[in-house]
């Protein structure tokens, strides 16, 4: 009697050189309960089905064949019969896993799976052996990685009166000199305990004045910022935040501060702005910082004195490109009323320029709308010819003082046009101005030299 494709029998996978060894006790067992019907009086032989070799007699316990797939052919044998029984058999591998755990020392003992972890444990790979539903083995490896409390020191230095913020650590200003310690209980980024220990000495602090940053002016080459320090301090760096690298200020590194200031390269061709530099001073293992804001103003040489009684803004053409939106005109920093456009005229009533008084002017620039001063600019008279008021009303007198000169002037229109010409002789000159308004060119000749105003 020969059974073929009897329900395959399951057998574990070794893993050992592509072979498998199983249990023929097992097997026999197997058929014997559920072939034979539990009758153990039979002799079984083993047989590798394709080649007919002999895996296993009554005598052997186990069998090794090379490849799933094997069907087993099954000789029973008994006093009164023999049969026959074809097998085959399915290889159930062992499942191999892994696992990754991470522990704080503090959570110990912890439980996984069905496995406590003991106060104690280290880290490492643990293996463990499981039955898998197919009744062979699970192999579980898992890697443990136990993380210790972390204990971290830190040692510092400040000077009296700062404050500190390094390490985790916000303390508020240090009035005590000694030297103090300070505890906190933090996290780490893997959330386990770690203690932090600070060991601060609070030390005399450095002694420094600033003194006020000069006026500025964008035509100069440098500008110098004063201090005052005491010998405990030894170096100064100045650095320059981003707006002022831009510009073109260069960074200055650990400068000694034996001349009691640091002097700073204006950029060529800089923009008329607000700025800020950071003086760090360092002495005696302490620091000490210094945020110093200082404006560029703009040069009075876009000022232009017209005559003795005028004042005026060039415009982008001469100016360095600036356009401006509000203007306010001040003779001694002093503000002057009513004066609000591109020019200062002083000469409505004969009145002149104060020529010991320095003007400027605080404009707004159109394109960012920053407000600055320009640098102060003190007017100059001019004796040869003074025409003045150079503003005057259709149909006004107005003087032309001339010293030590003979001479006539012309008055046209911008069209070139002659509207009247009168001598002039060493003095005042009453001239009568046209009688419309608008732009006129006066012009001024002697034997010797001529001059054309408008």
């Not at 060894?21 to 153990?40: A, C, P, S, V």
């Not at 003007?359 to 001019?382: K, M, Q, S, W």
Request: include cysteine.
């Amino acid at each position: 009697l020969c059974i073929e494709e009897y329900p395959p029998f399951k057998i574990c996978d070794s893993g050992e050189d592509g072979t498998e060894i199983f249990n023929l006790n097992i097997l026999r067992n197997y058929l014997f309960q559920n072939y034979l019907n539990g009758n153990t009086n039979f002799d079984i032989n083993f047989y590798e089905r394709e080649t007919y070799i002999l895996l296993g007699t009554p005598a052997l316990t186990h069998a090794t064949v090379t490849a799933a797939g094997k069907k087993v052919f099954c000789s029973i044998i008994s006093p009164d019969r023999q049969e026959f029984l074809s097998i085959n058999l399915e290889f159930a591998e062992t499942k191999h896993t892994s696992a990754e755990l991470t522990l704080c020392q503090n959570e110990l003992p912890y439980t996984w799976n069905d496995t406590i972890f003991k106060v104690g444990t280290v880290s490492g790979d643990y293996v463990f052996r499981r039955q898998a539903a197919s009744g062979c083995d699970s192999i579980i490896t898992l890697s443990l990685v136990v993380n210790k409390k972390v204990a971290t020191n830190f040692t510092d230095m400040i000077g009296e009166g700062n404050t500190y913020s390094k390490h985790g650590f916000d303390l508020p200003e240090q009035r005590t000199i000694g030297t103090f310690t300070f505890r906190q209980n933090l996290q780490t980024s893997l959330g386990c305990d770690s203690i932090v220990t600070l060991t601060l000495t609070v030390k005399e602090g450095l002694q420094i004045e600033i003194y006020p940053v000069p006026e500025i002016c964008g035509d100069d080459y440098e500008f110098v910022i004063k201090y005052l320090v005491e010998p405990n301090v030894e170096k100064v760096s100045a650095f320059f935040d981003e707006k002022a690298t831009a510009a073109g200020f260069t960074d200055i590194s650990a400068q000694s501060v034996s001349r009691q200031s640091i002097t700073i390269a204006l950029p060529t061709n800089i923009r008329p702005d607000y700025y800020t530099v950071r003086l760090f001073f360092e002495g005696d293992g302490l620091t000490k910082e210094f945020r110093v804001n200082f404006a560029v103003l703009y040069p009075s040489s876009i000022i232009r004195q017209k005559w003795n009684d005028v004042l005026a803004l060039q415009n982008a053409n001469y100016n360095g490109g600036y356009t401006f939106s509000a203007y306010e005109w001040y003779r001694n920093n002093v503000k002057i009323g009513g004066e609000s456009g591109s020019y200062l005229y002083v000469g409505l009533n004969g009145a002149l320029l104060d020529f010991t008084a320095q003007y400027r002017a605080r404009i707004t620039r159109i394109d960012d709308g920053v407000t600055l001063f320009t640098c102060p600019i003190t007017p100059v008279p001019h004796t040869d010819y003074t025409p003045y008021p150079t503003f005057v009303n259709a149909n006004q007198y107005f003087t032309i003082n001339i010293t030590n000169k003979l001479g006539k002037i012309t008055i046209y229109n911008t069209f070139g046009v002659l509207i009247r010409e009168q001598n002039i002789i060493d003095g005042a000159n009453q001239i009568l101005a046209p009688n419309s308004p608008g732009a006129y060119i006066l012009k001024i000749n002697d034997k010797n030299s001529m001059l054309i105003v408008r």
